[in-house]
């Protein structure tokens, strides 16, 4: 199985101040179609998951353009330009790229 | 609006067995892959099942779950028989193996 590994796993943050999220995997995610399936999802207190971001860098619909991502390969980050409070959760990547399909442990962002 | 509404979660006794359901509005399941992913208390995120073109299994549920749709209801389904107390955990529904919708999740206790 593809493993997944962010860090960090908890992570302060002042208001206004930006955020990073690296998640690494153990395979290339790169599919043979030539995509790179690496997806983020936000997990708010009390909800459900939602997705950020995917494959690798492109936003869903509605959210705000202070989240961005990056990277190729086996190494990604997930960063927030300026933090909100409504940015507080747990945050977790996942590769779309082989089954089974693997999330990373989650990283929690809190205010400082 | 695409939503997804999931239910049929319970509290069950180890071995029983259990139907979660997933009603979808506002897209049609029929034109989609869609996913069960859970969350056992206080964990992170945890791929069970995909179906799409073929259909897929974590390997700890294989065998005991089965996940299948009903196009007339426009209705996602997992089947879980054998369950142990390591099943228990919030079961959502997603559309697409890239999980782009989500539904708020039904929660499945297996204990005596």
């Known amino acids: 199985d593809v493993v997944m590994t962010q860090s960090p796993l908890s992570l302060p943050v002042t208001l206004g101040q930006p955020a990073s999220i690296s998640c690494t995997s153990s395979q290339s995610l790169v599919y043979s179609d030539g995509n790179t399936y690496l997806h983020w999802f936000q997990q708010r207190p009390g909800q459900s998951p939602r997705r950020l971001i995917y494959k690798v860098s492109n936003r869903d619909s509605g959210v705000p353009d202070r989240f961005s991502g990056s990277g190729s390969g086996t190494d990604f980050t997930l960063k927030i330009s300026r933090v909100e409070a409504e940015d507080v959760g747990v945050y977790y990547c996942?590769?779309?790229?082989?089954?089974?399909?693997?999330f990373g442990q989650g990283t929690r962002v809190e205010i400082k | 609006e695409v939503q997804l509404l999931e239910s049929g979660g319970d509290l069950v006794q180890p071995g029983g067995s259990l139907r979660l359901s997933c009603a979808a509005s506002?897209?049609?399941?029929?034109?989609?892959?869609m996913s069960w992913v859970r969350q056992a208390p206080g964990k992170g995120l945890e791929w069970v099942s995909t179906s799409g073109t073929n259909t897929y299994y974590t390997d700890s549920v294989k065998g005991r779950f089965t996940l299948s749709r009903d196009n007339s209801k426009n209705t996602l389904y997992l089947q879980m028989s054998g369950l142990r107390a390591e099943d228990t955990a919030v079961y959502y529904c997603?559309?697409?193996?890239?999980?782009?919708?989500w539904g708020q999740g039904t929660t499945v206790t297996v204990s005596s």
């Open positions: 997603a559309r697409s193996s890239a999980m782009d919708v």
């Open positions: 996942m590769q779309g790229a082989h089954w089974p399909r693997t």
């Open positions: 506002g897209f049609t399941v029929s034109n989609y892959a």
